[in-house]
């Protein structure tokens, strides 16, 4: 186990190597750069552009200025942001909570939800059912996650009146009731796409868990119809599952960005935009860095999860 | 319907994939859809009183059907049909150019690493492991911030981050060609490397290829909107259905059809690509036989 444990995380690393260069040549090779913004105010000569560069580090070849920043980033500085000279960890830090609380929220939804509708489908195959939730998941699919958010707010806000368009919580209230009621839709929003995704997949593991010899055993037994379900197929059918969960991580993630910009939501996604918007290349960089390793941690997780779950599965 | 095909000696249409294709009643649905739009996008903007670029200020904001507006117009009195169907062009050309070069970019990193295998395929195959652990819309972004955004360029960085998937397939079906028969008659028969992986071995993965394809046109053109709605794909007065959706939120309350049009043909048309793509999985896959 704990060998596993290390080759994965060995190779965890490898990956994060190299999504660290992939993502440090797309921000430095791209023409502009951080010196850009200097450049466009009238009032900057050359050579307070060459200071400023000289100040920054900019004037190094670049496979120095990565390595230098590759050598900070493991001891834990990722910079400062270009904008408030807060240091990039305590911004994203700052911000990872509320993306993760939507994430996680719309993935509750998206779990239970999905996975009642595939298993249903699995169960009456070929059925009107099954047949309407095929066509949903691909037409869900389909839909733009921000337009879902718009309708959505034109709907309950505008037109009902019943939730807020917008924002984490109300000023001045901060209850739980009112966290709720702003968290609700865009998890709802969030959620969509992977209820569609989570469907489908469940209802093909359901498939496959049906045909096999333990549940026929467990029907030839006289155990009612109820308790095969839920104590032979449900479960089993949810293993591959768990696996699937760590794989759309980055989808939820990227999903997230755009929820939390049309829901004006504080999370990671929204500092990102904003980031992009003031050039503020180490908090770019850092949130790639971040999103990154989220999605390998969650992968991880997940496979040690099943590893953990099902003693078929051999780790050495 | 099937019986028609099945009573006849010799069946009107031979090939069996293109059968399967044909029976399945959504994708045939999607293929409809993808083709009236296609043909409103390139059609439509003859047949419209006014054109996309046409700014007319007292007309501001009208309602769909009035004035011969049939979608209503912009906040500069735009007509929306016109920039719909302009931009459906713009979004679909991105749509299909990333699907060539995408297709290209996986196909070959896909045949190489499953031909060569070993260390080669280890590197390419972490590579595509690191692309695909950004989320896309992250990666975009950051790429999008920095380019001249013109639909070249945008077709081009929404193809650097899509061509994974099919660098996976090739992949995986090269690798379990590799040995077969057929591979080793013609390294015997001193064929190059090259000879057999694109005319030996890439041909054998047409069919996931063909698929993974149709559904990376659904995909550019779901990045495209998202991109373009955040403000850093194709810019105005250059219309996509991405950016007309850009600044439909501060109208919602007043001029909902803003969002409500592009959203609906957004949707159609990815759908429509999503239902031809399950349509030719089906029909590819002999396994999945209406499972």
Redesign the interface.
């Given at each position: 186990m704990l060998r596993y444990i290390l080759s994965r995380l060995g190779q965890s690393l490898?990956?994060l190597l190299?999504?660290s260069f992939?993502?440090f040549a797309?921000?430095t090779l791209?023409?502009?750069?951080p010196l850009s913004q200097f450049a466009l105010s009238p009032g900057m000569t050359q050579e307070q552009i060459d200071k400023i560069a000289a100040q920054m580090g900019l004037d190094r070849p670049v496979w120095i200025q990565y390595f230098d920043w590759l050598r900070h980033l493991v001891v834990g500085d990722w910079g400062t942001s270009y904008r408030d000279g807060q240091s990039v960890l305590h911004v994203i830090g700052s911000h990872l909570f509320a993306t993760l609380l939507l994430m996680g929220t719309a993935t509750v939804i998206s779990v239970t939800l999905g996975s009642s509708i595939g298993i249903y489908s699995a169960l009456k195959?070929?059925g009107t059912f099954d047949y309407a939730m095929?066509?949903f998941a691909?037409?869900a699919?389909?839909?733009?996650?921000?337009?879902f958010g718009?309708?959505a707010?034109?709907v309950f806000s505008?037109n009902l009146g019943w939730l807020p368009a917008g924002n984490m919580y109300t000023v001045g209230d901060g209850s739980l009731i009112d966290y709720l009621r702003h968290l609700i839709m865009p998890a709802m929003v969030l959620a969509l796409v992977d209820v569609a995704i989570w469907s489908r997949y469940m209802r093909?593991s359901t498939?496959n868990v049906v045909k096999q010899d333990f549940v026929r055993t467990a029907k030839a037994k006289g155990l009612t119809r109820r308790r095969v379900l839920l104590k032979h197929i449900v479960g089993n059918s949810l293993v591959p599952m768990i696996t699937l969960a760590g794989l759309q991580l980055?989808?939820v993630?990227?999903?997230a960005?755009?929820t939390e910009?049309?829901f004006t939501w504080p999370g990671m996604g929204r500092l990102?935009?904003d980031s992009?918007g003031y050039?503020d290349y180490p908090v770019?960089m850092g949130?790639?860095m971040a999103?990154?390793m989220l999605?390998?941690i969650g992968?991880l997780l997940a496979d040690l999860t099943v590893a953990l779950i099902d003693p078929r599965i051999r780790l050495d | 319907m099937t019986t028609l095909a099945t009573n006849t000696k010799q069946p009107f249409i031979k090939s069996r994939a293109l059968r399967r294709f044909l029976s399945h009643r959504l994708a045939l649905i999607g293929l409809v859809m993808v083709l009236s739009l296609t043909a409103a996008c390139f059609i439509g903007p003859y047949l419209l009183p006014y054109d996309e670029l046409h700014i007319d200020l007292l007309a501001r904001f009208a309602p769909p059907g009035t004035g011969g507006h049939i979608f209503g117009t912009d906040p500069l009195g735009r007509d929306i049909a016109a920039r719909l169907f302009h931009a459906g062009q713009i979004s679909m050309a991105v749509g299909f150019a990333v699907m060539v070069i995408a297709t290209c970019i996986g196909s070959v990193v896909g045949v190489v690493s499953g031909y060569y295998g070993g260390k080669v395929s280890a590197v390419l195959m972490r590579i595509v492991d690191a692309f695909l652990s950004f989320p896309s819309v992250f990666l975009l972004l950051a790429l999008a911030a920095f380019i001249q955004p013109g639909p070249v360029m945008i077709a081009l960085i929404i193809s650097a981050t899509s061509w994974m998937e099919v660098a996976r397939i090739v992949e995986a079906e090269v690798k379990s060609l590799r040995n077969q028969d057929f591979v080793q008659a013609a390294h015997m028969l001193g064929m190059s490397n090259r000879w057999i992986m694109f005319r030996e071995l890439l041909p054998n993965a047409i069919g996931p290829i063909i698929v993974a394809a149709t559904l990376t046109v659904a995909r550019a053109i779901l990045l495209e909107a998202y991109i373009s709605f955040l403000g850093y794909g194709i810019q105005p007065p250059l219309p996509s259905w991405g950016n007309m959706l850009n600044g439909a939120q501060q109208y919602l309350a007043s001029a909902p059809w803003l969002a409500i049009v592009p959203g609906v043909t957004i949707t159609i048309a990815v759908a429509g690509f999503n239902f031809i793509g399950d349509g030719l999985r089906d029909a590819f896959d002999s396994r999945s036989d209406h499972q």
């Open positions: 490898i990956l190299i999504v992939i993502g797309v921000l791209a023409p502009g750069g195959r070929g095929t066509v691909m037409v699919l389909s839909i733009p996650t921000f337009w718009l309708i707010i034109y505008l093909t498939l980055p989808m993630l990227g999903g960005l755009v910009t049309v990102f935009l992009l050039s770019v949130l790639l999103s990154a999605v390998l992968n | -």
